[in-house]
Structure formats: C-alpha cells, structure tokens
C-alpha cells in the first residue's frame, strides 16, 4: 500500500507551463528533462499531457483544465445547495 508523501510539492502554473514548454522543444527525453528540473517524470508527463489536451491536442472528451475547475466548482455548489436543502426540509 503506498501512501502519498506528506512532503509532496506544489509547483506554480508558471513553473509547469515552463517546464512543459522546455520538454515539448527539447531533444531530451521527459525523464531527461524532469531529472534536469528536479520534478518526477511522472508528474512532467501528466503536465504534458494536461497541456495537450487544453489546445486541444488530446482524446475526444478529456476535460481542459478550465473545465476540469468549473466541474470542481459546480460540485462544490452543488453540495452547499443540497445541505441548504436538507435545512429546509427539516425545518419544515
């Protein structure tokens, strides 16, 4: 069982931006370039992939990144309105 590291990084839009432009023009592997900018391989690749797909470059029905933020958005109301609701339901 693998437990994710408390210890994990957070990286900003700029650095991924950066380092997806850096691996998409270089002649190096992602792991080469991952290795060179101290990110997992792993995680570059997801950004590359990410950043595919957000120009438009990936499979039917992935979700873009603006769109993958407005479904978080829109499940967060939508759990608000349902507690709202149940208040309601109950006071009534």
Do not use: C, H
Not at 8 to 25: G, I, N, P
Not at 46 to 65: C, H, M, Y
Request: no cysteine; proline share 2%; aromatic share 4%.
């Amino acid at each position: 069982m693998s437990k994710k590291s408390n210890t994990s990084k957070r990286y900003t839009a700029e650095f991924k931006r950066d380092a997806v432009a850096l691996a998409l023009s270089s002649d190096k592997t992602v792991t080469e370039v991952a290795r060179d900018l101290g990110v997992s391989p792993e995680g570059l690749r997801g950004w590359v992939k990410q950043a595919k797909i957000d120009r438009g470059e990936g499979p039917a029905g992935a979700l873009t990144t603006a769109e993958r933020e407005e479904l978080v958005r829109l499940r967060r109301e939508l759990a608000e309105a349902k507690k709202a609701n149940e208040i309601l339901v109950k006071a009534v």
